[in-house]
């Protein structure tokens, strides 16, 4: 069964500074990994997804994430965060070709001004 | 285009009463899933349906949780009778069900069960 571990529960970093979030997967083979964000009051929206091909995918909101299979990872990245990026950020792991998703805990990320 | 809608949006009600939560997926999409988020427990899948079937429920907590979908358009979360330890946010996700297309998200029904 796949499992997600979101690491850190809760990251501060100011505003135009870099954020990278962790995330790791357990699955025995490539799994497909999405990272999704969660404004207070709102749902899950999708910033982007990894199914194959390039291990370095670009989302919405200048996000990307990078999936290493050496190290059974894909973590977010912005180069310079936004106050608006203040959110939950989640990891899912889903099995290729199946509907369900596992989400990781979530990581609570505050933008100092 | 309109997105996921849940409804309502809060509920409040005392232990013992019927909730009954709804949901409305995109247009065209074939999957339907039901979560619950909480703080201890994190986001948690309930139940899935394919085509209107349900297709997984192991998620679903007890008896008292039923879940339904009677066309394309329309879904349901029911619980009968109510506890506090449901008081949570359900969400509801639709997607193509088609080589793992993103679920859609609602803005979620925040439960409280007095």
């Known amino acids: 069964a796949q499992s997600v571990t979101q690491p850190d529960i809760h990251i501060t970093v100011s505003e135009g500074a870099s954020l990278e979030l962790r995330c790791n997967y357990s699955?025995?083979?490539?799994?497909?990994l999405f990272w999704y964000v969660q404004s207070p009051g709102q749902g899950l929206q999708l910033l982007l997804k990894?199914?194959?091909?390039?291990?370095l995918v670009q989302g919405i909101k200048g996000f990307e994430a990078e999936f290493k299979r050496s190290q059974s990872s894909f973590n977010l990245r912005k180069p310079s965060v936004h106050w608006s990026d203040a959110a939950e950020y989640f990891c899912?792991?889903?099995?290729?070709?199946?509907?369900?998703?596992?989400f990781g805990q979530g990581t609570r990320l505050t933008i100092n001004p | 285009d309109a997105g996921v809608i849940q409804s309502p949006r809060h509920e409040v009600t005392e232990m013992g009463q019927e909730v009954t939560l709804r949901c409305k997926p995109i247009s065209g999409h074939n999957s339907l899933f039901w979560y619950r988020q909480t703080m201890m427990r994190g986001l948690e899948l309930l139940i899935y349906f394919n085509n209107n079937v349900p297709i997984d429920d192991s998620g679903m907590p007890e008896d008292r949780f039923s879940a339904k979908m009677p066309n394309a358009s329309f879904s349901t979360l029911k619980i009968q009778p109510s506890e506090p330890r449901d008081s949570a946010v359900y969400f509801c996700?639709?997607?193509?069900?088609?080589?793992?297309?993103?679920?859609?998200f609602g803005d979620g029904t925040r439960l409280s069960i007095l």
């Open positions: 996700a639709s997607s193509l069900w088609q080589n793992n297309q993103p679920q859609h």
């Open positions: 899912a792991v889903g099995a290729p070709g199946a509907q369900k998703l596992v």
């Open positions: 990894y199914f194959s091909g390039d291990t």
């Open positions: 699955y025995g083979a490539t799994p497909y």
